[in-house]
Every structure is written in C-alpha cells, then in structure tokens.
C-alpha cells in the first residue's frame, strides 16, 4: 500500500517528471508524517489506499493535515472510500484547527464507482460544502501538480491560495478532446486549463512555480505567515 503503483512500469513513466506523491509529503513534513488514515482502503480492489493519502505531521514548524492524490494508483481517481477519506479528513483538520493542504493530481471520477457516490452525507457534494464551511476557520492551500479535471477542479477554486506546477498543472470541467465534440472547438490542454493560463488570465491560480520541489517549498514559506487557525495570530517577523 505504501508503494502505490511507483514500481510499476506505467507509474514509473508517470514519475519522470514529477514527485511521488509520499516524497512529496516527506518533503512537506521534513521527514515521515505522524499518523495516516485508510492506508489499507482501496486494498480489496488492488488500488493503494484508494488513490489518495490523507496524513498529519509537522511542516513548517507546525502541525498541518494534508490529503495527497497518488497518480500512479488509478490515476489518482475518486471513488467512494477515497470520497469518505477526503471528507473525514475534512472535519478532522477542522476538529483540530490545524491548516489544510490539499495536493492535487487527479484524473477525476471514477466511472465504475459513480452510482455511490451522488447521494448521502459523505457524497461528492459534501467535500465541496466541507471546503466552503473551513474556509476562514483553518488555512486551505491547494497545490496542483497535474491534471484537475471534472469535480476535482471544485477543490482548487474552493481555496485560498493555489500553486500551481506549470506546464504539468491543469484545471477544467470538460477536457479539449469533450470541448472538440460538444462545441467543434479545437483547443489545447494549456489554452483550456493550463497553469500559465490560471495564473495569468482566470486568476485561479495564485503562484506559478516551475517544479514539484518549488511548490512544496513556497507552500511551507505561505504556511509561516498564517496562523493554524481563525482563534490564534499569525507569527510575528
């Protein structure tokens, strides 16, 4: 479960130009997290942890939750026990009044697992209302490294601050290829949701970093001028 799908020769294509997603945690931490929940979800349909880490551990001198997508494991795609590990998440970092950090890179849905995940209070709709009712409460810091397409692109537009890796960041509801067979029009991945886009014309984006490393750090630097919640001040310099 700790190995996602690294060591396969798709998830190590997918790895030539970026983090896995447990370096990027250690990173963030400097060094292992502290405590991690639903390492063993997904385990049943041989998809590691269900596509996403959701951990707690020290960054930036503080204490901070961060839910991970892993991008060699089903392409980091949603299904229902990675819908119920976001959510919980959610109100655990808000239960402890600790930031936030969501690190994105996802190809979205998964298609077999829909019919679950539409109705209940633990559904899809439910990350978006939990991300509405943190925000002012505790710090939301979306860091994307790769595709958000559909519901995932919710996550970003729902934070505070967004980083974004360019030319491996995306955003957008519908991809070029649905825009090329809904409307006729032909347009690039960059053109539609790009980071360079985001960052300059959409204002989704707020910083455009130019590697996974480079966000991480930017991301601790923004972390040590909040405070961890709305009842405590920020650090004084």
Same mark, same amino acid.
């Given at each position: ?11 190590a294509k997918i790895l030539e130009n970026r983090l896995f997603v447990r370096d990027r945690i250690r990173q963030l931490f ?9 390492l063993l979800a997904g385990s049943e349909k041989g998809v590691s942890a269900d596509a996403v880490v959701t951990v707690i ?35 655990? =970092? ?13 190809? %979205? ?10 109705? %209940?209070?633990?559904?899809? %709709? ?9 925000? %002012? ?57 790009? =980071?360079?886009?985001?960052? =300059? ?37």
């Open positions: 479960a700790l190995a996602g799908g690294r060591d396969s020769p798709r998830g400097d060094g292992e997290p502290e405590f991690e929940d639903g551990g020290e960054g930036a001198a503080r204490k901070v939750a961060v839910i991970a997508y892993d991008f060699t494991s089903k392409a980091a795609t949603w299904g229902l026990q990675t819908f119920l590990k976001i959510t919980r998440f959610q109100e655990l =970092a808000l239960q402890l009044k600790i930031p936030l950090i969501y690190l994105v890179d996802s190809a %979205g849905a998964r298609i077999d697992e829909q019919k679950l995940c539409f109705l %209940g209070r633990r559904a899809w %709709g439910n990350i978006f209302y939990n991300q509405v009712k943190l925000s %002012g409460a505790i710090p939301q810091v979306c860091v994307l490294f790769g595709p958000s397409p559909a519901g995932a692109a919710y996550v970003p537009a729902l934070c505070e601050t967004v980083i974004m890796v360019d030319k491996q960041a995306t955003a957008y509801l519908g991809s070029p290829r649905m825009a090329q067979m809904a409307i006729g029009e032909d347009v690039s991945e960059e053109e539609l949701g790009g =980071a360079r886009m985001h960052c =300059a014309v959409s204002g989704l984006g707020d910083i455009l970093v130019k590697s996974d490393e480079e966000a991480l750090e930017i991301t601790k630097r923004y972390l040590g001028y909040m405070p961890q919640s709305y009842l405590g001040k920020p650090p004084v310099a």
